[in-house]
């Protein structure tokens, strides 16, 4: 049996009977949000050393650090090739594919995934983010989609737009949540290919939890039924979106952070939204199991 890792970055994750706590609190401020190329390579070198090469689901604490998935994923080249590959299915409100210019980015992770080799295609579910809507179109990163490599799975976002230039299959819009499970697990009813399952829980309405971004529209079920609908596939997963309050002490980060209009969170309600993101979390990990 393999057992949970959590990456401690932000203290944010609760207690997990049997997980694997990895100390890396001493990474926030140069990893969060954001960081260099060259510092996110060091930080690949020292989890190759810190994580064990059998494990189960990571947490990672707050999605500001979804970038990390991507060196969980790169781990797996040893395993797999173009010849096997395999797909990394993402519940994310946001695409994670954006542009960023000063190195590698929570929001701008997807494409570098997208070009791995042994990677076949990747899905992104439960868009509901003007970051694909036609005023932000330019941000988007257009290889992957172009080359029919990623998929991006959307709510509430007028996508129409992308149907001019030659996109249409790489924009998925669906007018209900239910809509959207059931056309992507009725797409992947056939498909044998191995899984990486990525989840960051700001894909999540509102009324189910709170996270650090701003917020998609699924219930908790639509996560379960994918995991129980490809879970004899899934080779890997990870798990992020929990909510901490940070302050960078670097005012670039500040200034982005800003930007994208994080949403204030109240000392006051931190605790129980972290024991409700907890609970949560002990329930995606049992389905994971």
């Not at 080779?235 to 800003?258: M, P």
């Amino acid at each position: 049996m393999t057992f949970p890792v959590i990456l401690n970055f932000d203290q944010s994750v609760g207690e997990i009977k049997h997980a694997n706590m990895i100390d890396v609190t001493h990474w926030q401020d140069d990893i969060r949000f954001g960081c260099s190329e060259k510092k996110f390579r060091e930080l690949a070198r020292s989890l190759q050393q810190l994580l064990p090469e059998n494990h189960g689901t990571v947490l990672m604490g707050s999605g500001d650090y979804h970038h990390i998935s991507l060196l969980l994923i790169e781990r797996l080249a040893e395993q797999y090739s173009a010849e096997n590959p395999i797909q990394v299915v993402i519940f994310d409100n946001h695409p994670d594919n954006m542009r960023y210019l000063f190195g590698i980015h929570c929001g701008s992770w997807v494409s570098y995934a997208a070009s791995l080799p042994f990677v076949s295609h990747v899905h992104v579910l439960g868009i509901t983010s003007h970051d694909i809507g036609l005023s932000h179109f330019w941000e988007n990163r257009w290889q992957p989609l172009f080359h029919k490599k990623l998929t991006y799975w959307s709510l509430n976002v007028n996508v129409s737009w992308a149907q001019k230039i030659g996109l249409s299959h790489a924009f998925r819009h669906f007018a209900t949540p239910d809509d959207l499970i059931a056309s992507f697990l009725s797409e992947q009813y056939h498909n044998t290919q191995s899984v990486y399952l990525s989840i960051d829980k700001d894909v999540l309405s509102e009324d189910v939890i709170h996270t650090n971004w701003d917020q998609g529209k699924l219930q908790t079920y639509h996560i379960l039924d994918t995991i129980t609908s490809i879970k004899q596939r899934i080779i890997g997963s990870d798990i992020t979106g929990e909510l901490s309050i940070w302050q960078s002490s670097n005012w670039f980060k500040r200034l982005l952070s800003s930007l994208d209009k994080q949403p204030t969170i109240s000392p006051a309600n931190l605790n129980n939204w972290q024991q409700e993101q907890h609970q949560l979390n002990l329930i995606l990990l049992k389905a994971l199991m």
